[in-house]
């Protein structure tokens, strides 16, 4: 028996259901946009009938939600699992260990170009006030911006300006890299990048 057999059969019913039609959501939207794809269309390619999916969800904005938490979270579960197996949890890490880091996170990056495609797609439409997503992307920048600095913080001058340079950076790569249509090894350009705007800004 597989994990995956395991972890079937611990869930219930409805825990499968709501997760089948959140993985049907993330090709439709990562294709079309929040705007641009539509309950009907999900619920087919779940079996459902429209009511079927909003009982899991409420309303259309409420599943979206619901997919950026869930595919946040498994994304930092296997961030997390990495670092921790390179020995980085709870200890401060060296320059050349925090470059390691990212490395971590860029390779769990491009394992994912599905969801990378969804998040570049709906950061995009969230910068609208009126797209449910706007408040969930506002603060998960924030808090990417907030752990980037205190990551980098020990090395460089203006860790915050430093840490707004690596988001946009390693944003533009992966967008990059989707049009391109994966046509260039993103992990070795995120590592370029990213040691090259620490290194310029390192305190010696």
Not at 20 to 33: F, H, K, N, T
Not at 102 to 117: G, K, W
Not at 128 to 145: D, G, I, K, L
């Amino acid at each position: 028996m597989t994990p995956n057999d395991t972890q079937r059969r611990t869930r219930s019913k409805p825990e499968l259901r709501r997760a089948q039609i959140l993985d049907e959501a993330v090709g439709l939207i990562a294709e079309r946009g929040y705007y641009g794809f539509g309950i009907r269309e999900l619920a087919d390619r779940c079996g459902l009938t429209n009511p079927g999916v909003l009982h899991h969800f409420g309303s259309k904005d409420q599943l979206l939600i619901a997919l950026l938490e869930d595919r946040d979270r498994r994304v930092q579960d296997a961030v997390f699992s990495a670092i921790e197996n390179a020995g980085f949890v709870g200890k401060a890490l060296s320059f050349s260990e925090t470059l390691q880091l990212f490395h971590i996170t860029a390779v769990q990056a491009e394992a994912r170009p599905e969801l990378l495609r969804l998040y570049a797609i709906l950061q995009s439409e969230a910068l609208n006030e009126a797209h449910p997503a706007h408040q969930f992307f506002a603060e998960r920048q924030a808090r990417v911006v907030r752990s980037y600095a205190a990551l980098v913080e020990a090395f460089v001058a203006e860790p915050e300006s430093t840490a707004l340079h690596l988001v946009a950076t390693i944003d533009g790569l992966q967008e990059e890299w989707l049009r391109a249509k994966q046509g260039f090894d993103l992990v070795e350009e995120l590592d370029r990048a990213i040691k090259r705007i620490l290194a310029a800004r390192t305190v010696s």
